[in-house]
Nanobody, 121 residues
Framework: VLLQAYGGGLVQAGGFLRLSCAAC????????IGWFRHVPGKEREFVAAIGWPSTNYADSVKGRFTISRDNAKNTVYLQMASLKPEDTAVYYCAVRTTIVVRTRPEEYDYWGQGTLVTVSS
């Protein structure tokens, strides 16, 4: 399974970005896909996931981020609104070989390369 994450960039606090995760090798409708983020010196942090039974969000992003998927494009999106400087990180998408959503990074089997999101204050 190959994943390509893109869409990161520099945005001001309060702004909006949409990250995309294009998958190749598995249909996104049949697997759980998660977004994680990493800041140097910290643990990789769960952000959001989509699959069964439904979507799941970290408390820190609830109400601001939305995960969705386009089955026709085999792509999962992370729409990020009301961005804060503390959202600055490298964002990764990852896929499980099952559709059951999990929040721990070690439960994901394949990872894409990261895309950097920088939120300026």
């Amino acid at each position: 399974v190959l994943l390509q994450a893109y869409g990161g960039g520099l945005v001001q606090a309060g702004g909006f970005l949409r990250l995309s995760c294009a998958a190749c090798g598995r249909a996104v409708s049949n697997v759980a896909i998660g977004w994680f983020r990493h800041v140097p010196g910290k643990e990789r942090e769960f952000v959001a996931a989509i699959g069964w039974p439904s979507t799941n969000y970290a408390d820190s992003v609830k109400g601001r981020f939305t995960i969705s998927r386009d089955n026709a494009k085999n792509t999962v999106y992370l729409q990020m609104a009301s961005l804060k400087p503390e959202d600055t990180a490298v964002y990764y998408c990852a896929v499980r070989t099952t559709i059951v959503v999990r929040t721990r990074p070690e439960e994901y089997d394949y990872w894409g390369q990261g895309t950097l999101v920088t939120v300026s204050s």
